[in-house]
């Protein structure tokens, strides 16, 4: 086996996290990032609903409440564990078997779909390993590719309402039928660390999968 595909192999195994949000969501990835352990090994990527002339300064926010690496996505970079990656400003992060490519970010009309377009590659390249945490933001970015990634098999968790600054990307997202968990920035925070340890029990098991999750979606319309 070549160095190539043993790096896609361990990738196919990676869980990676998409973090997505846009007004609001500084608060949010700063309470997640805080709580969670430098080695859960699980990739973490920020994407953030922007326009094209947005300039981002997490990479510089961000590292100072993480111990992981907090990098900017680059051309054909390998994915690791236990990295957190921000998406480039004015540019669009897609995911390409075990690694990131980018292209420019344009929309001629309205805000481009940062978060969907990203979610739609790693729901088809990492399948049951994909979990999207949609966050505080305007907008329903991130909507359109929560039902390939329960199709695929991922894990889909949206920010409680109460807790969201702007509760629109959350509202929408539960809307869909297709979320997982509706948990405030510090349950998301726990959650993942269980998921993590879930997962690496579960590798030390053979034949066994991950447990059955039941959206919440019905459980909330009964409430209303």
Known sequence: MTDSQISKQKNNELSIVCLGASAGGLESYIKILSILPADTGFAFIIIQHQPAKWKTLLTEILSSYTAMPVVLVEEGEIVK???VYIAPSGMQVHLNADRFSLS???????????????????????SKNAIA?????????????LKPIKEAGGIVIAQDLHTAKQPDMPLHAVNTGYVD????????????????????????????????????????????
């Open 81 to 83: 564990p236990d990295h």
């Open 181 to 224: 968990f509706l948990l405030s920035p510090v349950e998301i925070a726990e959650k993942l660390c269980a998921i993590a340890k879930e997962r690496t029990r579960l590798k030390k098991s053979e034949g066994r999968s991950d447990p059955e999750i039941k959206p919440v979606y019905s459980e909330l319309r009964s409430k209303n």
């Open 104 to 126: 420019p970010l344009v929309r001629k009309s309205g805000w481009p779909q940062n978060i969907s377009v990203f979610l739609h590659s790693l729901a088809a390249n990492q």
């Open 133 to 145: 945490v949609i966050l505080s933001g305007l907008d329903a970015d991130g909507v359109a590719a």
